[in-house]
C-alpha cells in the first residue's frame, strides 16, 4: 500500500465546482464505482461531502491510468489532477457540471468485496446493515442523519448557552430506584453484593443543582431503560434534558418553545409559529384517543353513547348500561376507499389494541350502507349521522367498550386509516403541548397508584387537598410536547417542599422505611432552602428523528441495538468472563 507522503487534501469530493475549472486538486476517499471503457478509467470517488467523477486518461498518466484498472469497489485512494468542464453533465450530481483528469493516484488501502452495498436504494435486512454498522454508515443518507444530529445538537448548546444555562454532567454509577422501567444494574466490585443503577434520567441530580443555586441545567446526556423496545426506543438513548429555578410552567414553555422554533429553522429551514398551541390531556384523550395526538389530520373521536343507550343493537347498549362508552370516527369522503375487506382488516387492527369488533356505516349514492342498520331505529340513526355530520362519501367506524380500549382502539384507528390513505405528510409538522395531565394512574397489575411521569412532578396547587383523598382527581403542573403522533418531550414543575413530597411518596404506597432508602438523600436536601424549579426533557433520538424524515431512530444513532436490545456487530450482550463473574461475586444460572 501506499502512503500520502506529505499529499495534501485541497477539496472534498463534493465541493468541487464550476469555480475550480483549471485548478488542480487533490481528493481522498473511497471507490464508488470504477469503468474501464479502454483509453479511459471514469471513477467516482466518495467521501462524507459527496461524489466526484475522477478520469485517468493514459496519454495524461500512463501510470495512472495502470492503476486505475485495478481498482475495487470501496478502495481508499488519493488523487491528483487538474479540474474540467465535463461535456455530458449530470445534473442529478452535486458535481455533475465538473470531473477532475487525474495526474496521480496513490492507493492508500485496497478492500474486499463489501458484504452490502454502499448505496441508499439497497434492500438489506437492518440485521445485516447492523452487523456491518460500519459500511451502512457510508451510505449519504446515513452521514446526512448523523451530521443533521450534530447541526441540532449546536443549535440547542447555542440557543440554552445564550438564555444563562450551563451543561453539567450527572453520573452514570447512581441509585436503582423503584419508579418507572427497570434499571440496567452494574455490579460493585469493591462493595461486594451491591449495585449501582445506570440513570434513566437525571432527574434527581437536575433537582439538586436547583438546591445547590445553579439557577439554569441542562445535558445532552446518555439514559438507560431496561423496557421493551419499538421502533422509536432504544436500551441507551439521548436526551436534551433541562431544569430551571423561580419559575412557573409558562416561563418553561416559554423558553423551550422558542428553542424548538430555532431547531427547526437552522436545521431545515422551517418556520414554526408560536405560541404553539394547547390542549388538555382530557380533550386529547376524547378528541384524537392519545395523549400524543397527530394533528395532521382529522378523524376526531366522537362519542355517541348517549344516543345509543338502550338501542336495539345489542353491542352498543350493553356497553352503556356498563359504564362503558360508544365512541366513533367519520372518514369524511373516503368510503368510496374501503371495501369490506378493507374494513375486516381495520376490525383485526383494532383488536390488537383490545376491541371486540368494529361496527360501520357507510353513506353512499343509495343511502345508509351497514350490517348494524337494521338494528338501529330510524331516529336513532338519525342521531347519531347528525352528531357525526354524516353526508354521502363518509364512513363511520364505531368501537364499544371500556374508555380506555376505545380510546386506545380508535387512537391508533384514526392514525392506521390516514396512513392507508397517505395523508401523513412527513414535511408537515404539528406542534402541540398537552397539559393538565392526571398526576397519577391506576396500575392494575400492582393494585396501586403510581405517578404518571414521575414522583417528583407537582400537583396542581388546587388539587393538593385530595391527594391522600381522592388521587384519581389530582391534576399535574405537567407538560407535554407532541409533534405529528410523537411525544418530543415532557416536563413539569416540581415539588420543592420536603413535606408536600412526603404526601407524594406515601401516596405512591412507599412507607418511611422504603422513603428513607430510596430518597433520603433528597429529602434531606430539600429541607435546606428549595427554590421553586422545574424542567423538561426532549428525547433528542427522536426530534433528529423526525426532522431527517425519517420513521425509526435507529436511522440517527451511529450504533443502535436491535428489537431485543443486542448489537450484531459486536455480539454485545456477551458472556462474562468467569474470572470478572468472580471478582463480582456473582454466580449465573
Known sequence: ???????????????????????????????????????????????????????????????????????????????????????????????????????????????????????????????????????????????????????????????????????????????????????????????????????????????????????????IVKCFRDEDLRADRQPEFTQIDCEMSFVDMEDVISIMEKMMQRIFKEAINVDINL?????????????????????????????????????GFKVFSDATSNGKSVRCINVKGYEKEFTRKNISSLEEFVKTYGAKGLAWIKINQEGVVSPIAKFLDEDTLKQILDRVDGKEGDLILFVADKDEIVFDSLGHLRVEVAKRLNLLKKDEYKLVWVVDFPLFEYDEEEKRYVAKHHPFTSPKDEDLEKLETNPQDVRAKAYDLVLNGFELGGGSIRIYNSDVQMRMFKALGFNEEQINEKFGFLIEAFKYGTPPHGGIAFGFDRIV???????????????????????????????????????LNIKTL
Open 1 to 219: 500500500m501506499e502512503t500520502l507522503n506529505g499529499l495534501k487534501r485541497t477539496h472534498y469530493c463534493g465541493n468541487v465546482g464550476i469555480e475550480d475549472i483549471g485548478k488542480e486538486v487533490v481528493l481522498m476517499g473511497w471507490v464508488q464505482k470504477s469503468r474501464n471503457l479502454g483509453g479511459l478509467v471514469f471513477t467516482d470517488l466518495r467521501d462524507i461531502e459527496g461524489i466526484c467523477q475522477i478520469v485517468f486518461d493514459k496519454d495524461i498518466s500512463k501510470e495512472a491510468f495502470e492503476k486505475a484498472e485495478k481498482l475495487g469497489s470501496e478502495y481508499v485512494i488519493a488523487v491528483k489532477g487538474i479540474v474540467h468542464e465535463r461535456q455530458s453533465k449530470n445534473p442529478n450530481m452535486k458535481t455533475g457540471d465538473i470531473e477532475v483528469f487525474a495526474s496521480e493516484l496513490r492507493i492508500l488501502n485496497k478492500s474486499e468485496t463489501p458484504p452490502i452495498y454502499i448505496k441508499d436504494d439497497d434492500d438489506v435486512s437492518e440485521n445485516l446493515r447492523l452487523k456491518y454498522r460500519y459500511l451502512d454508515l457510508r451510505k449519504p443518507s446515513m452521514q446526512k442523519n448523523l451530521i443533521l444530529r450534530h447541526k441540532v445538537a449546536n443549535i440547542v448548546r447555542n440557543y440554552l448557552s445564550e438564555n444563562r444555562f450551563l451543561e453539567i454532567e450527572t453520573p452514570f454509577l447512581t441509585k436503582p430506584t423503584p419508579e418507572g422501567a427497570r434499571d440496567y444494574l452494574v455490579p460493585s466490585r469493591v462493595n461486594p453484593g451491591k449495585f449501582y443503577a445506570l440513570p434513566q434520567s437525571p432527574q434527581i441530580f437536575k433537582q439538586l443543582f436547583m438546591v445547590s443555586g445553579f439557577d439554569r441545567y441542562f445535558q
Open 545 to 583: 428523528m423526525l426532522l431527517a424524515g425519517e420513521e425509526n431512530i435507529r436511522q440517527v444513532i451511529a450504533f443502535p441495538k436491535t428489537q431485543n436490545a443486542s448489537c450484531p456487530m459486536t455480539n454485545a450482550p456477551s458472556d462474562a468472563d468467569e474470572k470478572q463473574l468472580q471478582e
Open 275 to 311: 405560541p404553539i398551541p394547547r390542549i388538555s390531556y382530557k380533550e386529547a384523550m376524547e378528541k384524537y384517543g392519545s395523549d400524543k395526538p397527530d394533528l395532521r389530520f382529522g378523524f376526531e373521536l366522537i362519542n355517541v353513547s348517549d344516543i345509543v343507550k338502550g338501542c
